[in-house]
């Protein structure tokens, strides 16, 4: 079945460094989201990527679909203590509307 | 918050047992997923049901079944329960292919 890597599992910050989570895929992907998942949470909807080398912007979040569909990335400029959590990659492949999950990069921020 | 319930919060079943777990979707969606996340993982897709019918399924054996509804709500039931099974168990609502919204979860044990 499809798998999902995800680096790094874990990342510890400064307050106001930035921070990046891959997600990778051996096989092209129909579409990616990514989930931000609060300590003791659900987890939340942040994006959906379809198109290849598809890049999104929210304030300080930047979002990429590799040119193959196989890789993405999330990045966060000037980490912030909300910015706290989990956050996962959830991939699907063509004709399935099953979503694969990573094992998700746990960010911690010391202020 | 997502609009999407889930009831009960908390449940302790011991092994052998059978567990039903509900979720009721947002509204105007048709699409309800399961999912079971152990600690420290990322959601484990357990199957999506589509208008009433079961639209994929993850790698979980038979003890776990699924119901939707005609108002689109459904049920996870677990049979034969394991200590393993102990776990959050999702329900996220959505259209087909798209964002999905998480329920709080479910957190299961099993002594």
């Known amino acids: 079945g499809q798998q999902v890597m995800q680096i790094p599992q874990y990342q510890h910050v400064q307050e106001g460094e930035d921070f990046t989570t891959y997600c990778n895929s051996s096989?092209?992907?129909?579409?990616i989201q990514w989930y931000k998942q609060r300590p003791g949470g659900h987890p939340v909807f942040l994006i959906q990527?379809?198109?290849?080398?598809e890049v999104k912007k929210q304030k300080r979040l930047t979002f990429q679909f590799g040119e193959a569909k196989k890789n993405s990335s999330l990045h966060i400029t000037a980490t912030q203590t909300t910015d706290v959590g989990t956050y996962f990659c959830g991939a699907s492949g063509a004709g399935s509307y099953q979503l694969t999950f990573g094992k998700g990069t746990k960010l911690s921020v010391i202020p | 918050e997502t609009g999407v319930t889930q009831s009960p919060t908390h449940l302790i079943k011991t092994r052998g047992q059978q567990v039903t777990l509900r979720c009721s979707s947002q509204?105007?969606?048709?699409?309800v997923s399961w999912y079971q996340q152990a600690l420290g993982q990322g959601p484990q897709f357990i199957f999506q049901?589509?208008?009433?019918?079961?639209?994929g399924r993850g790698n979980f054996p038979p003890r776990f079944s699924g119901l939707q509804f005609p108002n689109y709500s459904s049920e996870l039931n677990v049979n034969a329960l394991e200590l393993d099974d102990s776990a959050l168990y999702l329900c996220a609502s959505s259209f087909p292919d798209n964002e999905q919204f998480f329920g709080p979860g479910t957190r299961l044990t099993v002594l």
């Open positions: 096989t092209t992907l129909s579409n």
């Open positions: 509204s105007g969606h048709n699409t």
């Open positions: 049901y589509y208008r009433e019918e079961e639209n």
């Open positions: 990527l379809v198109k290849s080398g």
